[in-house]
């Protein structure tokens, strides 16, 4: 059923009409779209992770790699510096300052511990406390180390530091850097490069200020370093444990072939060994000495090192726990450093892993994080803070966007109702994932709340994606339903005249014989109908006298050509 309401001003200006049409959606309704509104553009640089206390005191941490660990309260960026250990760190490429987790009763204790690089470039965990008459500001003299780990190369040096509900420390370390893990000391059982480490920094004052839990799995086996938790990692730049499974979600950034996630409970990864150099995801990398590949961790997700549909470098995120989006609630949500592609990761009923790209989001995502209430934030390296959200159906009747096809051109029209949005544009997409705004023609008419765009398109697309993009007073961005629109083209070989016809006599030309035409509204009614019998490519069509104004026409012949032209049909 077809419902139909329409301005008509005058014969030179566009009927304006909403057609009730169902289009199928591009997008999995199931399946939410992110949406990443700026809280922070200025003030912060080198931004690697945002972290809070887990106190109720509802700060967010902002560590940035030179050094400098920085506080948001309410959303506003503190002036006051919480730390700056910039003179103990290196700071260069992937080396610098790189997180920050704080202890489980920090609140009583005060306790935090830092993930960074020092002079020599070695890996180094340290223990530092605020100040006891401000939990804003951190002593500088209070630091203590309690780990070094030498590396033989600048880069690939993980850099997640988080407690576990446990009360361990748990980090990921890189495989000591250059490429393909040359020294292979990710499966080494004596090096601490390459692997998920597990501690207990509880109550313990002196040096080196950490035990091994008894239930580390290799805590009685002298051939094995006692702190590994977990073999077989490439450069874990950001994971993280889901508060509801207790699921490590393990982002690992990967060499030649692909990026990958990898997703364990804490008690299946107790030695549990991800493959590193013998596997990168799914596929063999270097088989030297490696075991069957059955003995190996396989990744719940991966992408390739694709542009379009991939990416370089993952930068790993959490799995959406908060209340503010219900539809998110369960997603573990990735992105990708250099694409700005991102992925909700969900496990289906049957115990499979799906991913869903979202195209076109921001770049230089370096890391994500939650507050308090568990909702997600991402950061640029630049210093940008997003919030991250769902694109909110807009309060539209269903279905929210509507279009028709003329042939030249696409109609779209939109209602909006409840808050004036400060901006409404058209976006869309030849294959219904990459979203822009049209740089070809483009006449955009609104009457109150009705919103209609008119797009005369380059003929060479043969179907396109549309949404509708509002951006509200406060700044959230959100989405229509997206529409496809096949584009009917016109048969050059096909002539139409004149488009202002006064005798109501139509002339069509065809270099094929003619098969038919018809003539039809702006809502689609179809008014007048004829099918030609015989094989001519000439024909003179008288078109009914009771109709007047704007319609289209449009003929086909037998080569499976046809020809839509919009006419003007006067006295």
């Known amino acids: ?144 180390v309690l780990m ?87 450069n874990p730049w950001r994971w993280s444990i889901d508060s509801v499974t207790n699921k490590v979600w393990i982002a690992d950034v990967g060499q030649d072939k692909c990026e990958e996630v990898n997703a364990n409970t804490l008690a299946e990864m107790s030695g549990l060994n991800y493959g590193w150099r013998c596997y990168e995801g799914d596929s063999a990398y270097n088989l030297a000495s490696c075991l069957p590949k059955n003995n190996y961790a396989a990744p719940v997700f991966s992408y390739s090192h694709s542009l379009a549909v991939g990416g370089k470098s993952i930068t790993g995120g959490f799995v959406y726990r908060g209340s503010a989006w219900p539809s998110l609630y369960g997603y573990y949500i990735c992105a990708d450093f250099v694409t700005g592609n991102a992925w909700l990761v969900k496990e289906d009923s049957t115990g499979k892993f799906v991913g869903t790209l ?32 769902v694109s909110v159906p807009l309060p539209l009747a269903n279905p929210i966007l509507r279009g028709m096809d003329y042939g030249d051109y696409h109609q779209l029209v939109c209602k909006i109702t409840g808050t004036t949005p400060t901006q409404v544009s058209i976006e869309y997409s030849e294959f ?47 989405y229509s339903n997206v529409v496809k629109l096949t584009v009917a083209g016109s048969d050059p070989d096909i002539k139409v005249y004149p488009t202002v016809i006064n005798n109501h006599l139509l002339n069509i030309e065809s270099k094929h014989p003619l098969t038919g035409i018809q003539l039809y509204n702006s809502s689609g009614q179809i008014l007048f109908r004829s099918s030609f019998k015989g094989m001519d490519n000439k024909k003179s069509v008288v078109l009914p006298s009771n109709i007047k104004g704007i319609y289209w026409v449009e003929v086909k012949s037998n080569a499976g050509k046809k020809a839509t032209k919009k006419i003007l049909l006067g006295n």
């Open 1 to 144: 059923m077809k419902h139909v309401y329409c301005t008509v001003q005058n014969t030179k200006i566009v009927t304006f009409c909403i057609i009730m049409l169902l289009f199928t959606s591009v997008l999995k309704a199931q399946v939410p779209i992110l949406s990443f509104q700026p809280i922070i553009t200025s003030g912060l640089a080198n931004t690697v992770e945002i972290t809070n206390p887990k106190d109720g005191s509802g700060r967010l941490f902002v560590v940035q790699q030179n050094g400098i660990i920085r506080m948001l309260k309410g959303g506003v960026l503190q002036s006051a510096v919480f730390l700056n250990i910039a003179d103990t760190i290196s700071y260069s490429g992937e080396r610098g300052l790189l997180s920050l987790a704080f202890h489980p009763n920090y609140k009583q204790n005060r306790y935090f511990f830092l993930y960074y690089t020092n002079k020599a470039g070695d890996i180094t965990v340290a223990r530092y406390r605020t100040f006891a008459a401000d939990s804003n500001k951190a002593d500088p003299n209070s630091g203590v």
């Open 148 to 234: 070094k780990i030498p590396k033989p190369y600048a880069n690939h040096n993980g850099g997640q530091l988080q407690f576990g509900p446990d009360g361990f420390l748990y980090f990921g370390t890189g495989d000591g850097g250059s490429g393909g893990d040359p020294n292979n000391f990710a499966q080494s059982r004596k090096s601490l490069l390459g692997k998920m480490l597990r501690i207990n920094v509880d109550s313990i004052n002196t040096s080196p200020y950490y035990s091994i839990p008894a239930s580390n799995p290799y805590v009685n086996d002298t051939s094995v370093l006692k702190e590994i938790y977990a073999f077989g990692l490439r």
């Open 358 to 389: 979202q195209k076109g989001g921001p770049t230089l995502f370096s890391t994500f994080g939650e507050d308090d209430n568990r909702e997600l934030y991402a950061a640029k390296l630049n210093g940008t803070i997003y919030s991250v959200k």
């Open 432 to 478: 219904g994932e990459v979203f822009t705004k049209p740089s070809d023609n483009l006449d955009i008419h609104q009457i109150g709340n009705v919103y209609t765009f008119i797009h005369r398109f380059n003929n060479a697309y043969r179907e396109l994606y549309y949404r509708i993009k509002i951006v509200q007073p406060n700044g959230e961005i959100n």
